[in-house]
Nanobody, 114 residues
Protein backbone atom coordinates (compact mmCIF):
# COMPACT_ATOMS: atom_id res chain seq x y z
CA UNK A 1 0.00 0.00 0.00
CA UNK A 2 1.29 3.45 -0.90
CA UNK A 3 0.08 6.79 0.38
CA UNK A 4 0.93 9.88 -1.62
CA UNK A 5 0.63 13.20 0.21
CA UNK A 6 0.56 16.54 -1.56
CA UNK A 7 -0.66 20.10 -1.19
CA UNK A 8 1.80 21.56 1.26
CA UNK A 9 3.45 24.89 0.72
CA UNK A 10 4.25 28.34 2.04
CA UNK A 11 1.35 30.44 3.30
CA UNK A 12 0.89 33.60 5.28
CA UNK A 13 -0.70 33.41 8.72
CA UNK A 14 -4.46 33.47 8.43
CA UNK A 15 -4.37 31.71 5.10
CA UNK A 16 -5.51 28.27 4.00
CA UNK A 17 -4.08 25.14 2.47
CA UNK A 18 -5.58 21.83 1.45
CA UNK A 19 -3.61 18.64 1.81
CA UNK A 20 -4.41 15.58 -0.24
CA UNK A 21 -3.55 11.97 0.54
CA UNK A 22 -4.15 9.45 -2.21
CA UNK A 23 -3.98 5.74 -1.49
CA UNK A 24 -3.03 3.00 -3.91
CA UNK A 25 -6.06 0.96 -2.83
CA UNK A 26 -9.67 1.43 -1.83
CA UNK A 27 -9.65 3.49 1.37
CA UNK A 28 -12.72 1.73 2.67
CA UNK A 29 -10.36 -1.14 3.37
CA UNK A 30 -8.76 0.88 6.16
CA UNK A 31 -10.16 1.07 9.67
CA UNK A 32 -8.97 4.62 10.04
CA UNK A 33 -7.05 7.25 8.15
CA UNK A 34 -5.32 10.17 9.73
CA UNK A 35 -3.09 13.17 9.36
CA UNK A 36 -0.13 13.63 11.67
CA UNK A 37 2.43 16.39 11.79
CA UNK A 38 5.96 16.82 13.04
CA UNK A 39 7.57 20.16 13.70
CA UNK A 40 11.36 20.54 13.98
CA UNK A 41 12.60 19.24 17.30
CA UNK A 42 9.19 17.93 18.31
CA UNK A 43 7.51 14.55 18.36
CA UNK A 44 5.04 13.55 15.71
CA UNK A 45 1.51 14.40 16.78
CA UNK A 46 -1.94 13.41 15.67
CA UNK A 47 -3.90 16.13 13.88
CA UNK A 48 -7.14 14.54 12.66
CA UNK A 49 -8.71 11.17 11.94
CA UNK A 50 -11.53 9.79 9.86
CA UNK A 51 -12.78 6.23 10.33
CA UNK A 52 -14.47 3.77 8.04
CA UNK A 53 -17.91 5.19 8.83
CA UNK A 54 -16.75 8.70 8.06
CA UNK A 55 -16.68 9.86 11.68
CA UNK A 56 -14.01 12.49 12.34
CA UNK A 57 -11.96 13.58 15.31
CA UNK A 58 -9.48 16.39 15.85
CA UNK A 59 -6.69 17.44 18.12
CA UNK A 60 -7.70 20.37 20.28
CA UNK A 61 -5.11 22.63 18.70
CA UNK A 62 -6.76 22.40 15.25
CA UNK A 63 -10.40 22.07 16.19
CA UNK A 64 -12.63 24.51 14.27
CA UNK A 65 -9.73 25.39 11.96
CA UNK A 66 -9.03 22.12 10.14
CA UNK A 67 -11.44 19.71 8.49
CA UNK A 68 -10.71 16.16 7.39
CA UNK A 69 -12.81 14.53 4.71
CA UNK A 70 -12.59 11.76 2.17
CA UNK A 71 -13.39 11.10 -1.45
CA UNK A 72 -13.99 7.40 -1.76
CA UNK A 73 -14.21 7.56 -5.55
CA UNK A 74 -10.64 8.91 -5.66
CA UNK A 75 -9.26 6.85 -2.76
CA UNK A 76 -8.32 10.13 -1.13
CA UNK A 77 -8.40 11.85 2.22
CA UNK A 78 -8.22 15.62 2.41
CA UNK A 79 -7.23 18.00 5.16
CA UNK A 80 -8.59 21.49 4.70
CA UNK A 81 -6.59 23.86 6.87
CA UNK A 82 -7.82 27.37 7.58
CA UNK A 83 -6.79 30.22 9.86
CA UNK A 84 -3.25 28.91 9.78
CA UNK A 85 -0.78 30.12 12.37
CA UNK A 86 3.02 29.87 12.44
CA UNK A 87 2.73 27.08 15.03
CA UNK A 88 1.13 24.93 12.33
CA UNK A 89 4.46 24.82 10.52
CA UNK A 90 5.46 21.16 10.22
CA UNK A 91 5.77 18.22 7.92
CA UNK A 92 2.33 16.67 7.57
CA UNK A 93 2.03 12.93 7.15
CA UNK A 94 -0.84 10.80 5.94
CA UNK A 95 -1.47 7.58 7.86
CA UNK A 96 -3.71 4.57 7.31
CA UNK A 97 -4.41 1.61 9.53
CA UNK A 98 -6.05 -1.75 9.10
CA UNK A 99 -5.91 -4.29 11.92
CA UNK A 100 -2.22 -4.51 12.85
CA UNK A 101 -0.96 -2.95 9.64
CA UNK A 102 -0.01 0.70 9.45
CA UNK A 103 1.07 2.77 6.47
CA UNK A 104 2.65 6.20 6.13
CA UNK A 105 2.93 8.67 3.32
CA UNK A 106 6.14 10.54 2.60
CA UNK A 107 5.07 13.82 4.20
CA UNK A 108 4.41 17.26 2.82
CA UNK A 109 5.89 20.46 4.22
CA UNK A 110 3.61 23.22 5.46
CA UNK A 111 5.24 26.52 6.37
CA UNK A 112 3.21 29.40 7.83
CA UNK A 113 4.86 32.79 8.08
CA UNK A 114 3.67 35.83 9.98
Amino acid sequence: VQLQASGGGLVQAGGSLRLLCTASRNILGFNIMAWYRQAPGRARELVATINGRGATAYADFVKDRFAISRDITKNSVLLQMSSLIPEDTAIYYCNARFAYDEYWGQGTQVTVFS
